[in-house]
Structures are given as structure tokens and as C-alpha cells.
Nanobody
Framework: DVQLQASGGGLVQAGGSLRLSCAIS????????IGWFRQAPGREREGVSS????????YYADSVKGRFTISSDNAKNTAYLQMNALKPEDTAVYHC????????????????????WGQGTHVTVSS
């Protein structure tokens, strides 16, 4: 079975940093793209960032540009999201997801329609 496990969340003060990890198992690590998405209480799930496993191209939501950095370590089957200068509005449950055939990525790399999802990790940013 395909499994994605996000970790690294926690409580941090505004201006602080966290690094989220997404461990992927159960299939050959040649998925088209990996994405990070988040969902705050009472809000819809939104795309944060995604990375193409093919050419390394990356996309970011405007709200996180310049603060968050996505990366992927193919050898470790792990993706990361480095989050700096965190704001209270970044508080959410963060999920990682895989797009295995590229259809979701090519449609919109930040749309939460990727095919494989893992359980999220909570990020709370205090003011």
C-alpha cells in the first residue's frame, strides 16, 4: 500500500521555524510530484507548495513565498517543507500528498487533488 507520513509539526512562536518531513513508502519513488497542503479550522484545504520529481520545479502559494522552501531527497524517499518566519495564520494541519501520474500536477500544482495522501501534522504558531 502507498503510505505517506508527515511529521515535524509543533508549537512555535511567530517568527520561528519548523521543518516538516514526509516519508513515503509502498511504491517506487518515481512519482511525478509531491505536494504540501494545509487545512486550518473552518477553512478549506489549500495548496502550500509542490515539487516535480521529474525536473525539480517548484510552486508556492503566494502567502508562503519567500518563507517556505520545499525539497525532495529521492534517496531517502522523503520530502521536506522548511518553514521560516512563521505567522499565526500558518496555523493548520499540514498534509503531504503524491501525484503519481502527473495529471493533478499538470492541471494545477497547488490544487488538492493529488491521488495519495497521508495523515497530517499539526502546526500551531502563537502570536
Amino acid at each position: 500500500d502507498v503510505q505517506l507520513q508527515a511529521s515535524g509539526g509543533g508549537l512555535v512562536q511567530a517568527g520561528g521555524s519548523l521543518r516538516l518531513s514526509c516519508a513515503i513508502s509502498g511504491f517506487t519513488f518515481d512519482d511525478y510530484a509531491i505536494g504540501w497542503f494545509r487545512q486550518a479550522p473552518g477553512r478549506e484545504r489549500e495548496g502550500v507548495s509542490s515539487i516535480s520529481r521529474i525536473d525539480g520545479s517548484t510552486y508556492y502559494a503566494d502567502s508562503v513565498k519567500g518563507r517556505f522552501t520545499i525539497s525532495s531527497d529521492n534517496a531517502k524517499n522523503t520530502a521536506y517543507l522548511q518553514m521560516n518566519a512563521l505567522k499565526p495564520e500558518d496555523t493548520a494541519v499540514y498534509h503531504c500528498a503524491a501525484d503519481r501520474d502527473g495529471l493533478a500536477w499538470l492541471r494545477n500544482p497547488l490544487l488538492p487533488i493529488f491521488g495519495s495522501w497521508g495523515q497530517g501534522t499539526h502546526v500551531t504558531v502563537s502570536s
